[in-house]
C-alpha cells in the first residue's frame, strides 16, 4: 500500500491532453513540494518535475505539474507514442522521515 | 556526462551480506546528496536511504524496511557510494538504483543509475 495515491492506470490518443493525479496527506504533500518521474519499462526511472512544477533541463514544456493543498497533478500535452511509460509522484513525508511515493500509473497512449 | 553506474548486484541467500558501489563522473560528487532506490519485480519504487554531502554533516536517513540492516556510506575521494546489506530477506530482491540529490533545496533525484538485480533466494 503505497503511501500516495495514484490511479493505477491513465490512457490519451495522440494530441490528447492527460492528467495524472497524485492524492497525499498533511506530512508530506501538504508540507512538501513533489516531484514526477517517468519510466519506461525496463529503464531506469527519470525526473520529470521537481519543486511541483519545475521541469529539468531537457523535458519538454509538454509536461507540467501543479500541487493544491494535498494534491498534485501531471498534466501531458500533445500526448506522443513515446509517453507511454510509468509515472510516479513523491514527496518527503515529514511524518516517517523518508521519501514516499505513489504506486504508479501506467499511461497508455491508444 | 554526468553518469552513475552501480556494481555489485547477484544472487544471495537470505541472512546473508552483499555490498554494492555507485561509482559517478561527471560531476563534483562531495558536493552531492545521494541516494539509494529499489524496486521489486513488478512493483513500484520505493526509497532505500541517502546520505548527505560532508558540507550538510554527511548525515544518513533510511527507510524503516532496511534500518538497522543496510548501511549507506560514501568515498568523496574515489567518487563512490556504497550500500551494506546485511541479513537480507526474500523480500530484498529487488533492481537497486542509485541516484543523485538534485541540490539542498529540493529532495528530488535528477541522476539515476542503470540500476543493478539483488536476488536473495535460497
Known amino acids: 500500500q503505497s503511501v500516495l495515491t495514484q490511479p493505477p492506470s491513465a490512457s490519451g490518443t495522440p494530441g490528447q491532453r492527460v492528467t495524472i493525479s497524485c492524492s497525499g496527506s498533511s506530512s508530506n504533500i501538504g508540507s512538501n513540494t513533489v516531484n514526477w518521474y517517468q519510466q519506461v519499462p525496463g529503464t531506469a526511472p527519470k525526473l520529470l518535475i521537481y519543486?511541483?512544477?519545475q521541469r529539468p533541463s531537457g523535458v519538454p514544456d509538454r509536461f507540467s505539474g501543479s500541487k493544491s493543498g494535498t494534491s498534485a497533478s501531471l498534466a501531458i500535452s500533445g500526448l506522443q507514442s513515446e509517453d507511454e511509460a510509468d509515472y510516479y509522484c513523491?514527496?518527503?513525508?515529514?511524518?516517517?522521515?523518508?521519501?514516499?511515493f505513489g504506486g504508479g500509473t501506467k499511461l497508455t497512449v491508444l | 556526462e554526468v553518469q552513475l553506474v552501480e556494481s555489485g548486484g547477484g544472487l544471495v541467500k537470505p541472512g546473508r551480506s552483499l555490498r554494492l558501489s555507485c561509482t559517478a563522473s561527471g560531476f563534483t560528487f562531495g558536493e552531492y546528496a545521494m541516494s539509494w532506490f529499489r524496486q521489486a519485480p513488478g512493483r513500484g519504487l520505493e526509497w532505500v536511504g541517502f546520505?548527505?554531502?560532508?558540507?550538510?554533516?554527511?548525515?544518513?536517513e533510511y527507510a524503516a524496511s532496511v534500518k538497522g540492516r543496510f548501511t549507506i556510506s560514501r568515498d568523496d575521494s574515489k567518487s563512490i557510494a556504497y550500500l551494506q546489506m546485511n541479513s537480507l530477506k526474500i523480500e530484498d530482491t529487488a533492481v537497486y538504483y542509485c541516484t543523485r540529490l538534485i541540490s539542498s533545496s529540493s529532495i528530488a533525484f535528477d541522476i539515476w543509475g542503470q540500476g543493478t538485480m539483488v536476488t536473495v533466494s535460497s
Open positions: 519543486s511541483n512544477n
Open positions: 513523491a514527496a518527503w513525508d515529514d511524518s516517517l522521515n523518508g521519501v514516499v
Open positions: 546520505i548527505r554531502s560532508k558540507a550538510y554533516g554527511g548525515t544518513i
